[in-house]
């Protein structure tokens, strides 16, 4: 399994940024696919997640403002970033699992991506 973020950048708060992350050796339709954050200094932190099914979950910081979406035939996994804060600044990650449970445990989560930076200024 091979993950890979791209999109992140720095932007103005408010400002709004889109995520992608492209999945290579696992079928979306077969796990749940997650968004993690880590700011510096801090643990990582769940952002988003989603279901094979498609459902939703999300980290409550972030409810409300970011969107997790996924295609299954591009295999490909996006987190749509609106009104952002700057204390969304963090290294956001990818991350793959099999089964639907303990989607916010980072411990749950087996396969990730090398990251993306995003930060955003005030």
């Known amino acids: 399994v091979q993950l890979v973020e791209s999109g992140g950048g720095l932007v103005q708060a408010g400002d709004s940024l889109r995520l992608s992350c492209a999945a290579s050796?696992?079928?979306?339709?077969?796990?749940?696919m997650a968004w993690f954050r880590q700011a510096a200094g801090k643990e990582r932190e769940f952002t988003a997640a989603?279901?094979?099914?498609?459902?939703?979950f999300y980290g409550d910081s972030v409810k409300d403002r970011f969107t997790i979406s996924k295609n299954n035939a591009r295999s490909t996994v996006s987190l749509q970033m609106n009104t952002l804060k700057p204390e969304d600044t963090a290294v956001y990650y990818c991350?793959?699992?099999?089964?639907?449970?303990?989607?916010?445990?980072?411990?749950?989560?087996?396969?990730w991506g090398q990251g993306t930076q995003v930060t955003v200024s005030s």
């Open positions: 050796g696992v079928a979306l339709n077969n796990v749940t």
């Open positions: 991350a793959a699992k099999y089964g639907p449970y303990l989607y916010s445990d980072v411990a749950q989560y087996n396969h």
């Open positions: 989603i279901w094979a099914s498609g459902f939703q």
